[in-house]
């Protein structure tokens, strides 16, 4: 089968379950800020945003490892094995420390009224870390239709659960107090079950891989698990996966230290309120955010798998890339107005709805520069991931320590936007050098540049919906004349 078309029907069964998922989880929002104050969904936004940099430190790497040993490896299942061991023996470690230390640690993170959180997010953080290297293992056996219900079922069940809690029995209750439901409903939890609900469907997901997880009979083209930790292994696989622990979690920090420093760096009364219109904002770049994320499940074991042939296959990925992305960027733009009444019904977060086009165009960089940093991974020279987002780090602290005093979380948007165009900069160049790969970056920069100008012009003449979708079909119709050949020899084949 073609590469491309195998890498892009992979990642649309990747992106079904993925992105279905996630947009169903997405279309809580409306219920969220309708039903929590901005301060309560601000809680939500905090925490949600330490569990990105933990999920990190707490996986430290392992999946991009696997991938690249099990391709070095002879015995896969010996490279399974030694990594999920090892994952599993820190999760516990990690869930015993909270336990012990959770009233301490829910001070200092400002949940003292409500430890219990704190105790939660740690069982979701370690059962989720878990989880990681039995979803990878179905990702590198090609068995993308697994690894998609899976996903699905697990924001399934998130989403049902909140709908269930938050919705329908406090409806219920209150016309059929006496029902035997009230002894499981306590009307002063609020967000607290958006928390159990998350807890309950990452215990059921793990329940769902433990075939992938139990020790097994081989079995043709699958990777087993077997009660053995190769010592000398796991050493060679940590040393390769440091580097990209370190990239993680400076990326991290560029992703979500924003959220910190609102919340610490603004006084404290209003500081929750202002997480909760940042979070519910930011919320609407899901759009991109989701092809990023469905485009890096198909992308790393593709990319891996084609290391050591003909690199132009990597900038036929990046045209590809960067048709669907723009497109996304455009739409989300020009539409916007109509998207947050219905996403965000409640009118005291539209105050923070210009930030939603900094923090697209933020994406959008960020989208780049995933595709971009392939080229560290396949030449084994993970430091440089460490370096670059190190450096984006340094931008993202600098400058929200610098802006949110005086911007708010405009600050915060436009602290992120520049890290990530810098960072997507630094990994073109130091790509090129260390391994040069025939980006079509004239005509790619050219279709971003002219999305740009049509967002730009449409939102600053305010001519109304129909003529933005006028626009819209016209930005359409030029990029599909000029990659006509290319769409007709895909869809063709």
Not at 78 to 102: D, P, Q
Not at 244 to 261: K, P, T
Not at 299 to 311: M, S, V
Not at 325 to 331: M, T, W, Y
Request: net charge positive; proline share 4%; aromatic share 16%.
């Amino acid at each position: 089968m073609n590469p491309i078309r195998k890498f892009l029907g992979q990642t649309a069964i990747y992106g079904i379950g993925h992105m279905v998922g996630r947009l169903l989880n997405f279309l809580l929002v409306p219920i969220y800020v309708s039903q929590f104050t901005r301060a309560e969904y601000g809680q939500v936004t905090d925490l949600y945003a330490m569990v990105v940099f933990l999920i990190v430190v707490l996986t430290y790497g392992m999946e991009t490892t696997f991938f690249r040993y099990i391709h070095k490896d002879e015995e896969p299942n010996r490279v399974y094995s030694t990594g999920l061991i090892s994952l599993i023996s820190t999760s516990v470690l990690f869930l015993a420390m909270v336990v012990l230390f959770s009233g301490s640690i829910a001070g200092a993170l400002r949940y003292a009224g409500n430890p219990e959180y704190i105790l939660w997010f740690a069982w979701i953080l370690a059962l989720d870390a878990i989880a990681a290297l039995p979803f990878a293992k179905l990702r590198a056996e090609n068995r993308a239709k697994r690894f998609a219900v899976i996903k699905f079922l697990n924001i399934g069940i998130n989403v049902a659960l909140n709908l269930f809690f938050i919705l329908f029995l406090p409806l219920y209750l209150e016309k059929n107090p006496d029902s035997a439901l009230s002894a499981i409903y306590d009307p002063n939890m609020g967000v607290g079950y958006i928390f159990l609900s998350n807890l309950a469907a990452s215990a059921i997901t793990l329940l769902i891989l433990l075939p992938e997880i139990l020790p097994s009979s081989p079995r043709e083209n699958r990777i087993g698990f077997t009660p053995k930790f190769d010592r000398k292994l796991w050493k060679q696989m940590m040393w390769y996966a440091f580097p990209i622990m370190l990239a993680g979690l400076a990326g991290a920090v560029n992703e979500v230290a924003d959220r910190q420093f609102l919340k610490y760096l603004l006084p404290a009364d209003e500081s929750f309120t202002q997480l909760g219109v940042y979070g519910a904002c930011y919320k609407l770049s899901i759009f991109i955010t989701l092809f990023i994320q469905a485009f890096r499940y198909g992308a790393e074991p593709f990319f891996f798998a084609q290391a050591g042939r003909n690199r132009e296959v990597y900038a036929r990925v990046m045209n590809i890339f960067v048709m669907f992305v723009v497109v996304i960027f455009v739409a989300l733009n020009l539409f916007l107005d109509p998207i947050s009444q219905v996403f965000i019904p409640n009118p005291a977060y539209h105050e923070g709805l210009h930030i939603v086009p900094i923090l697209l165009m933020a994406n959008l960089f960020l989208g780049l520069y995933v595709n971009l940093s392939i080229w560290y991974k396949l030449s084994d020279q993970t430091r440089y991931g460490a370096m670059i987002s190190g450096v984006g780090a340094v931008i993202t602290i600098g400058l929200n320590l610098l802006l949110i005093p005086k911007m708010g979380y405009t600050g915060a948007a436009w602290a992120t936007l520049a890290t990530y165009g810098t960072m997507m900069v630094i990994s073109y160049v130091l790509g090129q050098k260390h391994y040069p790969i025939p980006y079509h970056w004239q005509k790619n920069a050219g279709f971003i540049l002219f999305g740009i100008a049509i967002v730009l012009i449409m939102r600053n003449i305010h001519l109304g919906i129909a003529i933005n979708a006028i626009a819209f079909a016209i930005f359409a119709a030029v990029l599909i004349y000029f990659e006509r050949h290319s769409i007709k020899r895909f869809i063709g084949k």
